[in-house]
Each structure stands twice: as C-alpha cells, then as structure tokens.
C-alpha cells in the first residue's frame, strides 16, 4: 500500500510543450539495451494486446502483474494543468524535475527535466487527462529509461516497504508483551475519549510582530470557567497549505477538558500561500523563512499570552508548562521549540545525494539550503515542556546531533500508509535517536497523513485517484488521536497523573480492540528492544 502511495504521489508531483511525440522508450542497463514503441503500450492498455515488441519485456509478468501494469497505464490523477505548470516553476518543483531527469532522459542520455514537465502538462490538458500512457505518448523526443535508476528507486521502495512491515510487526510485539503485564480495566475509568464538562469560548485574534513585521491571526479557545490550580495552555502548529481551522476538532476537545489552545496561522507556508500559488500570485510553495518564522511564531504566541494573562485569564495561565503539538511542518516547528538544533551541514550531506522519490518530506526540508539568513539553528524555547509531533518532517534537518539536543517529554506519532513522511524514515528513526527520557512512539496503523490535516501539499487528491484504496474511518483515528493528545499534555503540561495509564501500550491495545487498524503505542522502555531490531534488520540488508 505504501508503495502505490508513494509512487502515486511522485507522479503527480513530476513549461516548454513538446512539438513531436515520443516514438520509443529507450532501456538501457549497463551494456545492454532495448526499446519498447509507445504504439506497443497504447495497444496493450487498450484491450490487453501484447505484440511481439512488448512480449519479452512483460514475460517476467504473471497474469494478475500484467494486468496492474496495464491498469497503471490508463490510472488518471485528476489535477489541474495550471496547477502543474505553476508548481514545476517553484524551487521544489524544479528540484523533483531535476532529480526525476536523471533517470528518465531524452534519447542520448541528457536530463529530461524539461521534456517531462512538457509532457505532464500537455498531457494534464488533454481529455484523456494525466495518465503514464498520456505522460509517454506527449514526451517529446525518444525517452531513454536509466536502468540503473529504476533498479534502484525499486530497491529502495522494495526497503521501505519492507522495514515499515517490519517495524510495524515489531512494535506490535513489544506492545503486545508490554500489554500483556497490565492488570489495568480501562473499562472502569474515565473515558478520555469522550468531551469534558468545561463549555469553552472561541475568537481569532490578530497578532503583529513588530520585530519581524510579521501579523497572522490566531485561533483562541478558552474554557468558560477554569479548573483547580493553574491553568494548562496547548499551542497547535498546523502542516504546509494547512491553516488554524483543519484543527478546531481537537482544539475542541483539549478545551473541554479545561486546556486554553492556540492556533496560529504561519503565513508564508500555509493555506493562503497555497491560494497563492494556484491564482498565480507567488511562485513558490513556501516561504524558506519559515523553517525560522514557524518556531518563532509559537514563542511569540506565548508573549502574547502573558501580555494578556493578567488581564485576560487573571492571571491563571501556566506559562511556564506549555505544551506544543505540530503536524508534518508543524511537527519540525513543535521539535523546533522542544531544542532541536538544524544541522545545515548534515543536511546537505542527504540533499546532495541521488533522490529515489521515496521521501517526499526530504524535498521539503532540503529548501532550507536556499536560506542564508537564518538568525539562529537552535529555537528552544524554555517555557515550552512537552511536545507531540504528528507525522512530522525531521530526519535530515535535523538529523540524530539535533534530535539528540531535546531533553523535554516528547511524543511522535505517524502511520505506516504515510508517502510524504514515511514512518520508518522520519518516525522511527528520530524515535530512537531522541535522548530524553520521556518519549513515546504512536503508529495509528492506515493512516496516510491527511487525516488530522485535509489540506496538506496536495495529498488529498492523490488518494482520491486510487480506487480500491482502504483507509481507517476518519472517526477511528480521531478516537486515536482525541485521548492521546488529552493524557499527553494532562500528564506532561498539566502535572496529572492520572491520565499516565492512558500513555501505555495497554491502553492502545483497549482503543484499537476487534479494530483492523490498530493504534500501537511504545515508550522509552522500549528503546532497547526496538534498536535491537534496527540492528537485526540492518543486519539482514
């Protein structure tokens, strides 16, 4: 599954226009070489024909093979040609061209870049809309196919494939073991899946930061009447072409339970810039800026909250516990705030390496090479105690000597049908290189990204073009989500122990009961146990 996600997604993601078509596609590898014409795939995805040309190239192909190739050649991704032209003009855009060109060249051997982006637009106009078939026939000269790179985004897909089964497999079974010792009966306690008693108030503010001369507005909820003691602040930090509103459900949530939450917008990597791109009015997906402006943000949120304490809350916010949850881009904001220090020099040791389209994210973070200007690599902010990342992008930014840097209880949570932060990639790999004491890993198992933010980066209509494709209900990973965030922050910000059996891998077990989808959850113990079978799957490789 994650394989149809990921190859799916580069597609789409892959402005001269051709004046001739592609007659052939050239193969080589190595020494050898082979050709296979383009009216031999247009027959074959018609009725099923196999002519003698393609014979020996699908000989390899068991019936049900033959017949998803051939579904793959007529598969269209309904996106628009404008969209398309716009995006391939954006550095990230460029960047996929580049990196996709050297594998799939014009006859000779040179860079497709342009010739492909020519013939994904043209062919994105076109009735029969953007399909592989339509790409192939609009390509404009002869296509040379690199075999050397496909072998080896196939490996490389073939190994992420593997490892996320694997390590799936594997924290199924240490939370199994774990969950097994409990004599907890979750049945008997309170539900943290349900509402609290708290009636709460919503209003957006506009806030200006003078020192960067930066305004956004801001999402505020507030319980009506507060809870004994001090109360508990939550700050959200929403993912790319996102915005403060994909996150009011959980907002909700957290203020029926006595939490105050904010969201601020972070403009310059959020919805309106993607409204901005798509009307033609910016030229880029996101503003490189905000890999510092993001975290920025969430400090400044919080000066703004104790500017209003007093006079406002009377004084009973507690600043100094805030918690901070972030999804995808705002997963690298909350790691950010937590003391994640960015690693320049690491991460363009990953960006100059060959690209195999398996890590979406990795495009993402390699934009922040384009800035010079960063004021600082390291945005820990004290006041900040507790951070939960949800499918967040962090592995090269950062890289182990960043991670390593937080020392606050920490939570990162993905799903194993993610294509754009893939959980083995950018979960478990920053899972164990974290050195605090308090961490928790969260695999929601179906889940591909887009669920706790519809408008991330385009995703939505990718799977929308894949029929066939099973995912959880929304509703089963909000039953996930809602009381895991809950007990996080009760236990971490709120100083509550008794939302601590809801961080357990019992507890996971209970939620996901006769679920197909499950919800694993592991903790720091698991730490042994788990880089046991990273080694014992390296070792395999």
Not at 118 to 145: H, S
Not at 480 to 498: G, K
């Amino acid at each position: 599954m994650l394989k149809t996600l990921a190859i799916s997604l580069f597609s789409t993601l892959l402005t001269a226009f051709p004046v001739v078509a592609a007659n052939e596609i050239l193969l080589s590898y190595g020494p050898w070489k082979g050709g296979i014409r383009v009216e031999s795939l247009e027959a074959f995805a018609k009725d099923g024909t196999v002519n003698s040309n393609l014979r020996f190239y699908l000989r390899p192909l068991n019936p049900e093979q033959r017949e998803q190739f051939r579904q793959a050649l007529n598969q269209r991704v309904d996106i628009s040609p404008v969209l398309l032209s716009r995006f391939f003009n954006t550095a990230m855009g460029a960047d996929i061209l580049t990196r996709a060109g050297r594998g799939i060249t014009i006859q000779g051997g040179s860079n497709g870049k342009f010739a492909l982006r020519g013939a994904m637009i043209q062919a994105a106009f076109e009735p029969e809309g953007l399909t592989l078939l339509n790409v192939l026939r609009n390509f404009p000269t002869n296509m040379q196919i690199q075999g050397e790179f496909v072998l080896g985004l196939s490996k490389t897909v073939n190994l992420v494939l593997e490892a996320t089964n694997y390590f799936a497999n594997q924290m199924a079974e240490i939370a199994t073991q774990e969950a097994e010792s409990s004599t907890i009966d979750f049945s008997q306690l309170p539900d943290p899946r349900q509402r609290g008693a708290f009636q709460f108030r919503q209003e957006t503010l506009t806030l200006t930061d003078a020192s960067r001369q930066r305004t956004f507005y801001m999402i505020l909820f507030a319980p009506k009447t507060y809870r004994p003691g001090k109360t508990p602040v939550v700050i959200i930090s929403h993912g790319l072409a996102s915005r403060p509103e994909d996150f009011t459900a959980v907002s909700e949530h957290l203020a029926s339970h006595g939490f105050v939450v904010a969201i601020p917008q972070h403009p310059g990597s959020d919805f309106q810039q993607k409204q901005a791109l798509l009307n033609g009015l910016s030229r880029e997906v996101f503003d490189t800026s905000e890999f510092y402006n993001r975290p920025l943000d969430i400090s400044f949120v919080i000066d703004e909250l104790e500017r209003r304490n007093q006079s406002e809350f009377g004084g009973r916010l507690d600043l100094e516990n805030v918690g901070v949850a972030g999804h995808s881009f705002g997963g690298y904001t909350a790691l950010a705030v937590a003391g994640a220090e960015i690693n320049l020099n690491y991460l363009k040791e990953i960006c100059d390496r060959p690209f195999t389209g398996i890590n979406v994210s990795l495009l993402l973070q390699c934009r922040a090479l384009d800035d010079v200007s960063f004021p600082t690599y390291q945005f820990r902010d004290p006041r900040v105690k507790a951070i939960l990342a949800k499918n967040p992008l962090n592995s090269s930014i950062f890289g182990q000597t960043g991670l390593a840097q937080i020392q606050i209880p920490i939570m990162i949570a993905g799903g194993n049908y993610d294509p754009a932060t893939p959980f083995v990639l950018e979960q478990v790999r920053g899972f164990t290189w974290l050195t605090t004491p308090n961490k928790y890993l969260a695999l929601a198992e179906g889940q591909a990204h887009v669920n706790f933010s519809q408008l991330d980066a385009g995703i939505t209509q990718v799977l929308d073009s894949m029929p066939g494709l099973i995912l959880p209900e929304a509703e089963l990973l909000d039953s996930y989500r809602d009381p895991t965030i809950l007990a996080f922050f009760e236990v971490y910000s709120a100083n509550n122990e008794q939302y601590r059996p809801f961080l357990t891998s019992a507890y996971g077990k209970y939620l996901s009961q006769d679920q197909k989808f499950r919800f694993l959850l592991i903790d720091s113990s698991a730490q042994s146990a788990l880089q046991e079978s990273v080694n014992k799957f390296q070792r395999r490789r």
